[in-house]
């Protein structure tokens, strides 16, 4: 941590700073997923040993922990554990956007960009602008958490302030406010499709929308806007204090930086125009060819090479015309450059997905999701109480078991149709989910970003723990969750509809 020397003593600055100084205490990230894999292992042989399972929501499938301590399970570990790696969901998208990303920062594109935008713009629009761009950015699904932060935190430095902050506010917004947006996204339907079938269990003639919760989602950004600004302003900002690096100084742009961003800005037109004739007709080439949708379709699923090229073109067009590139050994030698900054990232996706992988594989996540659903059915709450007690079951969730889709496959089956028997709809349920499934996500070391994040952060302070991180991270997601629990409160207490056609209660 990094305080100011006024910075007064309260209790909150004091359980920070606990949570800091014990998660710093811990092993090396690298020594840490090591001990949690070798303790699922050990786990998986425990809980196996005495019969520890659970009856799958919705089928009579008996879901029981797998024991990985054995012939089958050690097959299993070695067989899989190049798969695990080369199959870890962030390392391909880190590698291929950060060709584009570091390119465009080796070139000095970004800092010249910054120069003409960022620094023109009000300083304290910065942080809602940031926050904002965090949520709406999930529209480009998990891309968002490898593009954004890194340019947050190179527009934090540009302006004086500590760009770890940067790092910190914008994955909060990523992770925090996952469900939250303006628009729809891909996760609207992935969803829907797990509710809709959930909700057949108790009305077989049930049919859903993905807008069934648009409105309730508009304003949450709006809400978690707010509530992120709060606290990067009140806790964030004042625990990391100033910069003690490198600060790069914002000198005016040079005449070769203006012709350079003068290019740049060209070719990122043309190729967004382009890009915009793919998938704006409803017959594009980059829409689903069968049903010529746009939120699953290939353009959706090639999120990431696209944004490679969206940085990488108008990174080059910059390079040639600034004369920073001069031959392609230029751009070769800082793409070699900036992958090189993220060695210690690719060390650690390697150890954090042979835990992963474990952790899945032994059922332990589904198991204790399950048994958290039976727990909050047997408090035999109602109305208002019972909704955010799901809530609250779901966030403890997300701890275990990050993936959105694998999560709501547990829980929908018995929620849905047990919220339909009390004659609420299953966007209300959808919606208490969605605010779960988001809140711990900033915290919990099973979203296989957080250790990109502990990777960026180390770019600016070599030195920085798991410890600081959370203790960081932390504000936002008791924040978020508040502000969201309230809003959610008033929503339900109003009895005002979730989306266009979908309400509260059963029609």
Known sequence: MNQTESKKSTFVTRFLD???????????PITLFVIMAILVLALSWLLSTIGLSAIKPGTDETITVVNL????????????MLNNFTGFPPLGMVIVTMLGIGLAEQTGLISAMMKKTVMAAPEKLIVPVLILTGLVGNLAADAAFIILPPIAALIFMSIGRNPIAGLIVTYAAVAGGFSANLLISSLDV???????????????????????????????????????????KKFTEPRFGDFKGTVDQLEPLTSLEKKGLKWATI?????????????????????????GSFLNSPFM???????????LLP???????????KSDKDVAEKIFKSIADMSPFIVLAFVASQMIAYFNWSNIGSIMAIKGAEFLQALNFTGLPMIIGFIIICAFVNLLIASASAKWALLAPIFVPMFMYLGYSPAITQAAYRVGDSITNPITPMLAYFAILLAFAR?????????????????????????????????????????????????
Not at 18 to 28: C, Q, S, T
Not at 69 to 80: P, R, Y
Not at 315 to 325: C, D, F, P, Q, R
Request: some cysteine.
């Open 301 to 311: 699923t090639g999120i990431v090479p696209i944004m490679l090229f969206f940085f």
């Open 190 to 232: 992935l969803l829907l499709g797990i509710t809709e079938s959930a909700a057949r269990i108790a009305d077989v003639d049930y049919t859903g929308r993905a807008t069934m919760n648009y409105y309730f989602l508009i304003a949450s950004t709006f809400v978690l806007v707010i509530c992120g600004t709060w606290v990067t």
């Open 267 to 291: 070719v990122a037109l043309i190729y967004s125009i382009v890009i915009a004739f793919t998938v704006i007709p409803s017959n594009g080439l980059l829409r689903d060819p069968e049903t």
């Open 69 to 80: 301590i054995s012939q089958d399970g050690l097959i299993l570990i070695l067989t899989e």
């Open 315 to 325: 990174a080059l067009a910059y390079g040639i015309a600034s004369k920073e590139v």
């Open 459 to 507: 770019r600016y302070d070599k030195n920085i723990g798991i410890g600081t991180l959370i203790s960081a991270l932390l504000p936002y997601s008791i924040v978020f969750a508040i502000g969201w629990i309230i809003l959610f409160a008033i929503w339900f207490l109003f009895d005002l509809p979730l989306g266009p056609g979908d309400f509260i209660h059963l029609k």
């Open 18 to 28: 606990f949570i800091e100084r014990a998660g710093n205490k811990l092993p090396d």
